[in-house]
């Protein structure tokens, strides 16, 4: 089903619902979904809503500027506007773990992700056949303390070239720069393991076991410049003993990193998240 | 802070949201939430609005009529409309057991519970001591094969007397008859000690220890005439293992029953429920 | 690291655990996993302990006479013993939906479970390029009302030519006759898509949807000759609500399967589990 | 039923268990439970073994000395012997939020908690009513900045007089010092209410608040004198929304914590806590 989906982020409400459910009524739309929130704190709206294309009686070109003249205008508002085609473009970054690959492309084939993925890069060449055989590029690029920037380069070139949307690190484990990131802001999804803010940086399963912890977790969350500070789209837990040894705190975390990064790749493709300063509103 | 609240269960959605979000618009409504749901099943639309009355233009009086005047009229639409004043008042039927009934008495202490609680019924004077020194009536009420009838006479007067809005049956033990469930539609909670449907009718813990499951639950219900059948409104899960006896399993069991039931009694209070065939809708 | 697993189900205790373990420390067996348990209800005592061969006294051939004529004999009685090599040989049997199959051959690929796949039968020829992919045979023996007997026949032969230990129905969603079951008691593992007991049979998600549960599940059990009704290994749930519809309930369950269907496996690859009456001890 | 249990925690396991449960054999001992684990890294054996004395053939006077010459001595091991009566008495330590408070009350009315309550201190006045009404002795010791060594002379006083054998801190909101927690090593326990090590110090919920988790928890663990450090006991999350304001938190985390809080005690009650370093083996 042929979709348009709004999102609007501003600072008052007054109004705005009426206005936009009296837009969409007016010109036939069939409302699927409508979600509203309203932060006290900050002074701030947001709202989501999805109808189909098809009976609406305004045709998908027009749609932004007839809202922005009928409704958007008159509150000195901004929007934004998607439509679920056509799919958005993910690009997935890899490292040698396959658990998140196999993942996703499991889901992908069978048809839970809407979106296509033209591309995945990698610093090791281990997936390669994995990747390939479902029909996908696998692109690896080396990366080491010397050569940072180059490699950099010839990721964004591969981004460009593929009109990739948006990424997602599936334990890629390396650091991306500033630039790349400033590049696609809220746009790229990494898989932390950890429950955050617990075991920030490298070896969180390692950290979690010193400390003796009886529940281990894994966040996904948007990339921002401070490490694995982002605003979080999803978390979740699984419980430990104290037998459990690191490596099968690993494998118990696995599956839950699986079923987090999920989550949120499906809630980035719906449009559901929205972020406000350093955290996320998330219409499920 | 005075609210109040909408609630509309109609065939049809179109223009519906446009015309109360304008409607609250145009008094002033400063909205606190707005929930919808569609059933495309059964075709069905759900919405609940609540909002501030103090800011309001209409008086608490008059804004059925207007509502009926301005919007639902022109619909040929039912509504509900509520206020969370004066609190509603439910009355509490209990037995031996007293984990239910110390839950709800302390949350309500606490403030957590918007209601007052003239009342507890009970068939044993087991629990007498701690209902008063809360301050609350205690009617001891014995019930048995040959007078059930005469028992639940005495009830109906009780809470006819106390003005009572809804009945909690915090493991109450008792099977009422149809008359008193049918003074009562969707008004009466009651909590069964298992993941219905699994384990209908009595002693569920033992049924749940026979079978070997490995995850034990609590269901909160509207009570309707068949047994364990009603629509469900909130339910909750504790693993066990093996070597859990079947007394272990009530204890574990008992932990869950509290806050299924106290989260039950949180969504009805708010008018969060609405009841459609034998299911719920939940907008929490 | 080889490994010995001795299983005792015995309906005393008295003195067994200090002859096992008399009889380990003898032998220098390097103690790794001890688990005792008590059933007082059947009076049945059980216990599990797994051991490193390599520093045993006692060769791997002459362990069983040994533990007999030292241990065992005294008491009368009866214990088995396992090794973690050769590799159990496990079949597959699918149907069209590949989700639990992908997870196994996933963690299988990872290297999370010590067994050998020689193995995969399924009644569609759906799923043979993936199964293939993983250098598995793949053997498409349809099934239908007609040829039943027959269809049988042949898939006890493939076992047999390929050394069947025991089999896992990854929503296999046809039901197997006796003989088969006999062939392999609390040898065949089945994925049911419901928190047993609770819908019982053919689409439980839909039931799921009909009866508004708040909660949906999956239960791994041994398959006995009564429907769903065999001893259940492991269950999870996942919370849904009332917006999800019966696909949502269906691509939220799949993850709940594939979870519990590969605790299972981990469970009975490692002499985890222990069958008695229609329950199982799980020494995890 | 009158129990004894046992206690090692020693740096090699060659033989123990033999020797520990012949032992028990030799002298008649039903074993209850049994409880091994081995800490592979830090070279550690742990074991708890629980059996009962009416049966037992040597006095409860006899056992320590008996089981030192039999078995410890020759193995050169330190051992802790406990017997489930009299009952452990605990002080239960309170600011003005009832919700624990109340909870451990309603538990130990309710005969799940094995211990005695001689006493209840608090830094308020609030909860005098509430404590006494269960025939429980409330001590109200105001605590400031100027007379912290004075209020906690006052205290140890009062756990000396009524022979305390553990500490609750049940939301105390006070740090005790290191001379009061040197008394009572691993026999204080504190509720922290965040998912340790996320959120350490004050006002957790703010700090949960702010940075956006999707779940919160809650974590009892031994006071030791680093702030929110000490050995883990048990914890326990709960899912929250962007929705949900900070008194949401606070309510939503109040439920958790007590659910952490009590198993906790229990635990401990039950000699099932292990302490290692900074970790806990729990054997439960």
């Known amino acids: 089903m042929k979709k348009a989906i709004l999102i609007i982020q501003y600072k008052d409400q007054k109004g705005i619902v009426a ?7 007016r010109y036939e739309g069939n409302i ?4 509203q929130h309203v932060d006290e704190e900050l002074g701030m709206f ?6 189909e294309l098809e009976s609406f009686s305004i045709s998908k070109e027009s749609i932004k500027q007839k809202f922005e003249e009928e409704v958007a205008g008159k509150f000195g508002m901004d929007f934004r506007l998607h439509f679920n ?7 997935l970054f890899v490292s040698k773990l396959s658990h998140c690959l196999f993942d996703i492309l499991g889901r992908h084939h069978a048809g839970q992700l809407e979106m296509d993925i033209p591309l995945v890069v990698s610093n090791h060449p281990d997936l390669r056949l994995v990747v390939e055989s479902f029909g996908i590029k696998y692109e690896h690029i080396p990366v080491n303390n010397s050569n940072k920037e180059e490699a950099e380069a010839k990721q ?4 460009e070239e593929n009109q990739v949307d948006f990424i997602v690190l599936a334990r890629y484990m390396q650091i991306l720069s500033g630039k790349l990131i400033e590049r696609f802001p809220n746009r790229i999804i990494n898989i932390h393991h950890s429950f955050l803010p617990a075991f920030i940086g490298a070896k969180p399963y390692h950290a979690a076991y010193e400390r003796g912890v009886k529940i281990i977790g894994a966040t ?3 990339v921002t410049e401070e490490l694995d500070a982002g605003p979080i789209i999803e978390q979740e837990v699984a419980r430990v003993r104290h037998h459990n040894t690191i490596s099968e705190l ?23 998240v929205l972020v406000v300063k350093n955290k996320t509103v998330i219409f499920y």
Not at 32 to 35: A, G, K, M
Not at 46 to 51: D, I, L, S, V
Not at 156 to 159: D, F, G, I, N, V
């Open 19 to 25: 206005a936009v459910s009296q837009f969409l009524f």
């Open 32 to 35: 699927l979904e409508v979600d």
């Open 46 to 51: 947001f709202m989501r809503a999805a109808w």
């Open 85 to 91: 085609f056509p799919k958005p473009r993910m690009a």
């Open 156 to 159: 964004l070139e591969l981004l």
């Open 220 to 222: 996904a969350h948007y």
């Open 250 to 272: 690993v494998q118990i975390g696995q599956d839950v990193e699986k079923v987090v990064l999920s989550k949120a790749i499906k809630y980035h493709l719906e449009r559901k």
